[in-house]
Nanobody, 125 residues
Framework: VQLQASGGGLVQAGGSLRLSCATSGRTFSRYFMAWFRQGPGKEREFVAAINFNGGSTFYADSVKGRFTISRDIAENTAYLQMNGLKPEDTAVYSC???????????????????WGQGTQVTVSS
């Protein structure tokens, strides 16, 4: 599968953005999907993940209650709705996929074997 992330941009603090991760092929429902981000001068960090059928979601504590991950099987697309954005959310956001992920490793970048290019999110204060 190939991943194409989009939807980033510049937004003021408190604003919202929705990121999309479009996938190729017809096996989207077999992939565990996730979003990671890397801020300036920071290491890549886990943001959110969603299981194969969308029945389970996982979030980093820093975004819980503000971000929502979802997936549309018919559109072969995963989404990240980001509300209440803060300047510290500024980062390059990348989507990732895995067909054989163990749930206990959802927050580990090494558990994902397919990555899309990043999309820049900038939050001004």
């Amino acid at each position: 599968v190939q991943l194409q992330a989009s939807g980033g941009g510049l937004v003021q603090a408190g604003g919202s953005l929705r990121l999309s991760c479009a996938t190729s092929g017809r096996t989207f429902s077999r992939y565990f999907m996730a979003w990671f981000r890397q801020g300036p001068g920071k290491e890549r960090e886990f943001v959110a993940a969603i299981n194969f059928n969308g029945g389970s979601t996982f979030y980093a504590d820093s975004v819980k209650g503000r971000f929502t991950i979802s997936r549309d099987i018919a559109e072969n697309t995963a989404y990240l709705q980001m509300n209440g954005l803060k300047p510290e959310d500024t980062a390059v956001y990348s989507c990732a996929a895995s067909r054989s992920l163990i749930q206990s490793s959802v927050a580990s970048a090494s558990a994902y074997n397919t990555w899309g290019q990043g999309t820049q999110v900038t939050v001004s204060s």
